[in-house]
DNA sequence: TTGTAAGCGTTATCAA
DNA sequence: TTGATAACGCTTACAA
């Protein structure tokens, strides 16, 4: 009844190229229905020992695995987790995302999800492919490491119900859940480090305030000066864009006001304002200590060793996948609304 | 006949939140048959016009997509590439892959095809995950960025005619396609520059032989000199591991023979070893000239700024990933073995 | 303990 | 130009 002669025979003689086999032929070959087949596949006790192995045997003989799409059809549920980046290339060449889809990557190998990669452009905004990845059934939920204050369209995810979650940043104001770092303690951090290593003229060297976490680490830096009864100056802080070059122009830039130190608002800044102080002749850190933010294998290896803020992106966004799931599979009621804590790392740059 | 009365009033009452609108509820709601919907939605031109627009209005209005898994199983095509990508955490958070993985994403956006991110690790081989991806139909086609000269098992995909690509690397004496950039060329390139500068006491960081490109680069390096008429000196080579740190105390062994000149394996090791030059007081390129490979953006940021071999990575990734889609569809009968060019940069460090 | 059969939501093949 | 209807390959009540 079940099976197809032909494929057997195929079975049989060659080593079944690319036609595939389906639970029928399992079945057949065993003598039992193809719900016995998948019942015992799927480890369900109330089959018998014998012919759970035999099934089992034959499957293995056979190479036989589900098909994924007709079980994601019978199950409704894809088994897939997208993570969206965003389409900054100078941001993609960093580790920093390198390090956020291990962390992704580790959490959904652990739970059997797989890891599907969307990009997130213009035309991936403008086309809702956010949403029509959830109506066509191709994710069960959606992570978005990298997110900027624009990502407001994001908020209809929230409204829809749909398994989504930020990964080391968020959106203000949004009921979006989220895991992030403490971005604002971070920069607190590394200015208290150094008011206490005596310095009072520090300067910042921002990414970009569309980006929350740039934003957050900015507002640590500020409260953490008034608070030291210093008053905040609008001339000792620049943009640097997250890049090394733009670190560097922006130290540049910065030099003009004399500074006795820099906190940096990520590690590859850090590394382009030490490279602009020495080549104004001045000295990291006898005459301007630096401080970065991210802790990125690079830090340790600069000279002079960079002193930073550690920022688990790696623990962070393997956190953010681990509840995305427990969402997905209605383990999570309540909101998820993480800061992760965050570590200052005292090397020879301070 | 067809649709779901609940349904239909879910639409239009709420905004049909978590429940999913089918080609029926189309169907029904138009007054046609789900055959009609489905090749009015995928143009199909026998269609009148008239129905047409009716089908694409009401669809659109009812977010409707089409599901990716009933899709798939009709169609047996899963719409999925998978990107392997190896383990080597190292590696990984270099730009490299993050290259790679920018040009294959936007192949595969430009032919619809969707990146799912595979990490190939232990258990990957072992559990033959990269056999039961294609038996699944999880995914159509397979790409792998960073293989090793350890990775024979993939010869079984060629047996299997699986459609499957190397991207920037390929595995020797397989008949595996490939797409990858010329590394021995490259390595070619690099020893010549230093010895039209005059340079005699060439060294070289390779980074680990297990990788066909630093082999590959290795070699055009031996033999370049060897054309030169210089004899190879082993102990003028030494292994750095793609990092910087590697680099550095692969430069750190290289100095005790005093060479005037040094082609690292990439760029991040070129990174480490100027750093261990400067260290040990000596000047690039005045004592020893640098040559790195790659060209990632970091290299003309170095100081001095790094004369290189630009390796496009991105491209060959982008069409690495086109001739897999070639391939998958039908369109490419002939075995795809391509070097891509390669081609010297020059800046300061020579 | 096992089998039957009804979905799951498409596409594709015929007829009409 | 359209409509029935049979795949596609699985899971899961419900029966036996």
Redesign the pocket.
Known sequence: ?YGNQNIRKDIGNTALRNH?V????I?SSV????????????G?????????RKIIMTAKKFG????S???S????KSGNIALMIPNLDQIFQQSFFALAMNGVYDACLAKSYSLRLEVVSDSFVSSRRFIKLFQE?SVDGMLYAGSTSADTYLNQLYELKYPFIFAGSYLNGSNLPFVTGDNKKGGALAVEHLLNSGRRKIAHIYGDFNITSSLDRFNGYRDALEKAGIVFDDSLTAPGGFSEKGGASAMKKLLKQKPDAVFAGNDIMAAGAIREIKRSGLSVPDDISVCGMDDIPLASAMSPALTTVKYDIYGIARRAAEKLIDIIEGRQPEQVKEFLPVELIKRDSC
Do not use: F
């Open positions: 009844m595939h389906t639970i029928k032929d079945a003598g039992v229905s193809t719900a016995t087949v998948s019942l015992a596949l799927s369900n006790s109330r089959i018998s020992e014998e012919t759970c036989y695995s589900p098909s799409a007709a079980r059809l019978a199950m409704n059934r």
